[in-house]
């Protein structure tokens, strides 16, 4: 038997839906499962931006973003994750440049010193359903009367099939907000940096779908921490995932990818099975 994990996050409850046994490997066993450098750029935009969005209204732009964002790098360089990496003076410049691009997109597709921010990177503990819930909202704005919640992606928009997931992440913040403000916000949007905004009305069943599927989640943890079996479920997704080597399954899948002549050349794990 495994022990059943405190609480639930989005991105917990979506790594348990995407492959148990990777889940396992991560929050139970907990081994090293190092953020990568895309995932580091968004960190670090993501706090660039925190910054920019607590200053007053008029303050919020480019050039004040550009000045955080040299105010803000010599902390994050001394990340253990980013200092992993192992960049050298070239690579950092470039990993610097893609950061601003991001931090610079949101003024492509918002003006921040027109957003009424309520708050920034705000953690919220609270019970859905029967789940206790964590999580933490990069940033909640006030419309008219109404609440916004935003949630800022560094990332490439997914194709239409790929963002329900991101919607219904976005809808547990929406969620956690009604539970402990008593406040439906109105609206959550995914800002995807310089590309564009998905906006999606908050409705009474969105929630109800997001939080069934959290309690759904929910319930097949605590069966498998119950059983200790946590089945490997491979995809594609098995040539970035960090535990492959300790996952036979996982290896069996990129093998076969690899012969098969799917397995992207750019996944991390394909050097494993070249
Ligand atoms: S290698 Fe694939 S199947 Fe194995 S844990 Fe990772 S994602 Fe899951």
């Not at 956690?176 to 590309?195: F, K, N, V, W």
């Amino acid at each position: 038997m495994a022990d059943l994990p405190p609480y639930l996050s989005p991105s917990s409850a979506s790594a348990f839906d995407g492959c148990p046994r990777r889940w396992r490997f991560k929050y139970i066993d907990r081994l090293p499962d190092p953020s990568g450098q895309a995932a580091l750029v968004g960190s670090f935009a993501h706090r660039v931006l925190e910054v920019l969005c607590e200053l007053s209204a008029d303050e919020r732009t480019v050039e004040r973003a550009k000045a955080l964002a040299k105010e803000e790098w010599p902390a994050f360089a001394l990340d253990e994750d980013f200092i992993a990496l192992e960049l050298d003076e070239t690579a950092s410049r470039a990993f610097r440049w893609q950061a601003w691009l991001a931090i610079a997109g949101l003024w492509d597709i918002e003006d921040p010193a027109g957003v009424e921010v309520v708050s920034t990177e705000q953690k919220i503990s609270t019970d859905l359903g029967s789940v206790p819930f964590v999580g933490i909202v990069d940033r909640v704005d006030r419309v008219g009367e109404r609440l916004v919640v935003t949630d800022y992606k560094s990332g490439t928009l997914p194709g239409a099939r790929w963002r329900e997931d991101k919607i219904q992440q976005v809808m547990l913040y929406a969620a956690a907000i009604y539970g402990s403000t008593d406040e439906l916000p109105e609206r959550a949007r995914l800002l995807y940096l310089g590309q564009r905004i998905l906006d999606i009305r908050v409705t009474d069943q969105r929630i109800s779908d997001a939080v069934d599927a959290l309690g759904g989640t929910w319930n097949q943890i605590t069966d498998a921490c119950t059983t200790d079996s946590f089945d490997p479920q491979p995809t594609v997704l098995c040539g970035w995932c960090p535990f492959v080597s300790q996952c036979p399954e996982g290896r069996a899948e990129l093998t076969r990818r690899s012969e098969a002549g799917s397995l992207p050349a750019h996944a991390p794990a394909a050097a494993l099975v070249a």
